[in-house]
């Protein structure tokens, strides 16, 4: 689907230069001199790399068409991370340096969105938290404050974790799957 460079919005996927890219900014730029252009952060979805463009305003880009999907996650093998559509039963394999750091954090079982261009998966959003059991737990160091004071602890999955100091070895945790960080104790 053709767009004018002024309709890019952070967010759209341009099919640019036979490559994929995710835009991240765009910024409407009006020099005294000469017409006015759109200048775009692009990153590529598949390596990663990033790169500035200038498009001037009436110039069209292919904007690429992306289907949203939810499926259930069920195991990790080799690399790889299989995902099955609930409605389909197909299964599909997305290698998990595609998921990144929440890889973590996967769930058999666990509901996720897959973004999919073509049937080819470019990326995966888990839920924004997990519960998780917390392993390890330093004992608490008397006298500091309980402010400040979180002390470092291990999940199940083998992440560390600063926890508060009430947390103890065998207490389950909401866990955010963006960043690892603990939100709250679970709720049973």
Known sequence: MKINAIDIKPGNVL???GKLWIVLKRELVQPGKGGAFAQVELRDLKSGTKLNERFRTQETVE???LDEKEMQYLYSEGGEA???DNDTY????VPLETIGEPGDFLREGMICTLMLHEGTPLSVTLPPSVVMTVVEADPVVRGQTAASSYKPGKLENGRKVMIPPFIETGTRILVSTADGSYIERAKD
């Open 63 to 65: 904007r690429a068409r």
């Open 90 to 93: 197909e299964q599909i394999s």
């Open 15 to 17: 099919d640019h230069q």
């Open 82 to 84: 299989t995902f099955m």
